[in-house]
């Protein structure tokens, strides 16, 4: 057994340091080390989306990367979405259309939603959907959640020109 | 899945001097770790060659547009000097539908990742033919060579090949060597043989992709738009003279243990305008030397339909 591995890294502008072992996912370490559960294991084969978070400025499938691998990163959760008791106007949306049911789903889509309304504004629903292509809901058929996304690019960059 | 020690060096030097017996290298992860969760990979040791620098970056170097190994697919599919001249290689890369997976999977782990084949990924090795010819093979191959049914999955690799790319290994001796994509694939033929011609302890380093003098495209025949990989691809090159096809580059993907190159087709081009009549019978001709298992005929007629299509999109002419 090979020694466990001191990891220096910032979540949600914190900054964290943790020990693991080299054969633990980012997921692994968020969840089991650091405590913070809101993001979810799915498939643990980089399918399902559900443990999307931000590395950087690059949404990833937080099971298909090593906790030693986030070394020196900046890591984006669903727990840094809201300000304090303000929800992120990307929650808010979710909220208001009913786009969840059981949740497992949810901080996955939102982490990716926040992705694309960075890159694109004002997504087509093409746009959205592709976007949301490696996040998968057994929930909720998918338009509660492709509306809410586009109420919240309103909500956050006003209405498309 | 076992412990093993993690490294992370920042020069070409340093990772291949880390490579020693059970070391293995880790780029993207997104193959690697897979392999690693159903234990068909247990290395001692992991080299992640992404903090390498040397390794990264899309630049004109002399005749050729060199890409880094470590360049993500969505960096490749954003970058200008791509977009510009490949279309083909844009299409295949975003053909992997999923922004996270672009965002972290990188141009030679596309081109290192292993087969999907359900028999290799389960452990009962990758040229279990028996397995393949009496189970499921409807995603196998249909141009499978000996023992070797399985599909490479590289969805770049068809195009690279088309493009005429060469792949650049950095070895343990220091050398370095150019291998042409075509050359890079194999069919292994025992057990335990790579269906890539990089030994354990060498490191793709650069793609060289040669100046684009070619009209190119991929066209991919999938199941579902979203995540999943392709059913059958073709990727072409055309070198033009006016509207007539003065040589022609045709590479099958996904239907063989390496990417096919569809030389009857490619001949069959030269002189021709390229309509739906003669992207037709070139796809017909690309597709002639199939052998088909017993669950997966319906890929012949998506490879031929994939050749039609890639054509028709690479030579401008409105599909029909």
New interface residues.
Partial sequence: MSAKVQVQTTINNEPVEFLCEPRQSLLECLRDIVGLTGTKEGCGDGNCGSCTVKLGDRIVTSCLVLGVEAAGESITTVEGLAHGSTLHPLQKAFLDHAALQCGICTPGFLIAADALLQKHPHPTEEQTRFWLSNNLCRCTGYDKIIRAVQAAAIEINGAAQ | ??????A?PSTVKEALSLLTAGAEV?AG??DL??L??DEVHKPKR?V?I?NIKALGGISKAGNNIRIGATV?L?ELASSQLIRAAYPSLVQAALGI?????R??GTVAGDLCQRPRCWYFRSGNGLLNKSLVENGENKYHAIFGTGSAQFVSASSLGPALMALGATVKIAGADGKTKDVPVAQFFKAPSAEGEREIALAANEIVTDILVPAPATKNATYEVRHK???DWPLATASVALRMSGTKVTSASITLGHVGPTPVRATEAEKMLVGQTITADSAEKAGAAAVAGAKPLSQNAYKVQLAKVAVKRALLTAAGVKAV
Avoid: R, V, W
Wanted: no cysteine; charged share 15%; glycine share 4%.
């Fill in positions: 899945m076992d412990n093993f020690e993690y992370n880790l992860g997104t770790l897979s690693l969760k992991l992640n992404k993500t969505d539908t999923s922004p996270q997976i965002n972290m738009q979203a995540l």
